[in-house]
């Protein structure tokens, strides 16, 4: 049975199936890895979303409603922005298969209750943009499974209510951000705003909402603003209370509080007081206990470790190197690492009387050298050395400097005046003495100048001791 492609063609068919998975919408700009769809007046997603977008642009839109597993087919998606459209409610599953997630703009739509169903699934999310929605409600579970958020911002809605009691130290280690101003929030459950993490504290916005104005709330934004929180400086004029729930009878309480003067607002907060500072040197590889040992007592106290990255640590890895954290403020690093040398700051909070004291421990681990040497030892080795290179130097080089001594050369023997020796000296017959003889006297032609200097004083030796002969001195000898 013949087919009815060529081969040719199934082959081209394939690659364009496979290719439309990865193809860019027409009505969006990619780039790399980045999706941008803004402003192009859609009330759909587009279909058939690259698989390898990280950053999804769909603001100032129009749509008004996500599916569930809207975006289950973009497994590497990091940052979805959504800002500027239409939502009024999220599908069940919205964010199925997308836990990847890490920031979340939602910002400028039209949700209204924000349900604990919205947001599952997104256990990485550490950015979540809520504001200048009609937010009027947060369900109680809503944050519950976001472990890892670090800011979220509710501003420009119409909150009445929130649920403080869902945030702790072990489901939000590492929130330092929670936006909640703006709001219709006329009175907070206090005991659990106190109960909040001291870094959530530190940084929980209230400013611009509907308080009314009452000890225990005066109390809550004194303590706050004696331990110096930006949150509460930073918007001085902003932060009002109504007297008597009466909007027209508001009060700026931190600037005026003659209306606060018969509240019992509780011991003074004091202010971070920290310990010595302790210094730790350990070798790498040891095991590491940091203990958080301040001036507060007591067995409700609750303990914030800070690291050298300026992080919050809890019950897991930093700097791949794993951590451990006991109830009594103690943190035990097994394996030291030279990258965790820094200084670690620990925080001993009081929340039953409003008091916080820390602790810093400098730590400095250091990686053994092997077979390392004394300082001291080291110096003394070399002086050594140089010692014995410097007397080899002196007495077992060859001299080859000019101005050393040369040894003379051997003295040539002059012989003394004898008589009877003359015939044999000057005799004619010199030239048939032996050969040996003759060759060595063939110096003699070096120091003629020598041997008429003796002839000069033998002639005057003759003639004082013969007076009457005459002697002449020829070429060839004395005659």
């Not at 996500?66 to 599908?91: E, I, M, V």
């Not at 990847?100 to 939602?106: F, I, P, Q, T, V």
């Not at 509240?263 to 007081?273: D, E, N």
């Not at 003394?416 to 005799?427: G, R, V």
Request: aromatic fraction near 8%.
């Amino acid at each position: 049975m013949t087919s009815l492609f060529s081969p040719d063609t199934v082959v081209l068919l394939c690659l364009l199936l496979h290719s439309t998975e990865g193809t860019c919408p027409s009505i969006c700009l990619c780039t790399s890895d980045t999706l941008s769809c803004g402003s192009q007046g859609l009330t759909r997603l587009p279909l058939l979303l690259p698989p390898t977008t990280v950053t999804l642009d769909l603001s100032y839109n129009r749509l008004g409603w996500l599916g569930p597993g809207s975006f289950s087919s973009l497994p590497k998606l990091d940052t979805l922005r959504l800002a500027n459209n239409q939502l009024t409610t999220l599908g069940h599953g919205v964010f199925q298969n997308t836990s990847s997630l890490r920031h979340l703009d939602l910002s400028s739509n039209r949700l209204r209750v924000l349900e604990q169903h919205f947001l599952q699934g997104l256990w990485r999310l550490e950015e979540l943009l809520l504001y200048n929605n009609h937010i009027t409600r947060v369900e109680g579970g809503t944050l519950s499974g976001l472990s890892s958020l670090r800011k979220a911002y509710f501003s420009l809605n119409q909150v009445t209510e929130f649920p403080f009691f869902s945030i702790r130290d072990h489901s939000h280690p590492f929130l330092t951000m929670l936006d909640l101003s703006s709001n219709r929030m006329t009175t907070l459950p206090w005991e659990d705003v106190k109960a909040l993490p001291g870094s959530v504290q530190k940084g929980l916005y209230l400013h611009n909402n509907s308080l009314v104005c009452e000890c225990s709330m005066y109390s809550v934004f004194w303590h706050w603003e004696q331990r110096g929180f930006d949150s509460v400086r930073d918007f001085t004029d902003e932060h009002t209370c109504l007297i008597y729930g009466e909007p027209r009878a508001s009060v700026r309480f931190l600037r005026h509080s003659l209306y606060f003067q018969n509240c019992t607002v509780g011991k003074v907060v004091s202010l971070p007081m920290a310990v010595l500072l302790s210094n730790l040197m350990v070798n790498e590889g040891e095991r590491v206990h940091l203990d958080c040992q301040t001036s507060l007592r007591g067995k409700e106290l609750s303990y914030t470790w800070v690291s050298p990255n300026q992080e919050y640590l809890t019950q897991t890895s930093f700097n791949d190197t794993l951590i451990n954290m006991f109830p009594n403020g103690t943190l035990e690093i097994p394996a030291a690492k030279v990258n965790d040398s820094g200084l670690y700051l620990c925080t001993a909070l009081d929340y039953k009387h409003m008091l916080n004291a820390t602790r810093e421990v400098n730590v400095t681990v250091i990686r053994p050298m092997p077979d390392t040497f004394n300082t001291g030892y080291t110096t003394l080795l070399g002086c050594v050395v140089t010692l014995v290179v410097i007397l080899m130097y002196l007495y077992l080089t060859p001299c080859r400097c000019g101005c050393c001594k040369q040894p003379l050369p051997p003295a040539i023997p002059i012989p003394a005046y004898d008589p009877n020796t003359l015939a044999s000296i000057f005799s004619p017959t010199l030239s048939h003495r032996d050969p040996t003889k003759a060759n060595i006297n063939k110096r003699v032609v070096f120091m003629e100048p020598l041997m008429e200097e003796q002839n000069g004083d033998l002639r005057a030796t003759l003639a004082r001791e013969q007076p009457g002969l005459q002697w002449e001195w020829g070429a060839s000898g004395l005659s």
